[in-house]
């Protein structure tokens, strides 16, 4: 039982782990949606732009957990 415990916690934490990770990522794909609906931004030029900041956001969370284990 112990092991479908910390196997259950594992899952659910890569998900709600960063907290930062999800609000950048939602606030991305917020701002990306409203610049391809209301200022004329092009589909493909949204999505090479989401993708991009992805990628960005998800570096970014990378670093920040890198140095927080590295520090202690």
């Given at each position: 039982m112990n092991i479908l415990r910390i196997t259950l916690r594992e899952l659910i934490g890569m998900f709600i782990d960063d907290g930062a990770l999800a609000l950048w990522s939602i606030a991305l794909?917020?701002?990306?949606?409203?610049?391809?609906?209301?200022?004329?931004?092009?589909?493909?030029?949204?999505g090479?732009?989401?993708?991009?900041?992805?990628?960005?956001?998800?570096?970014?969370?990378?670093?920040?957990?890198?140095r927080k284990k590295s520090h202690g």
């Open positions: 794909i917020g701002v990306i949606a409203t610049a391809v609906e209301y200022a004329g931004l092009s589909g493909f030029a949204g090479v732009l989401l993708l991009a900041g992805c990628i960005l956001i998800l570096a970014e969370s990378t670093y920040r957990a890198a």
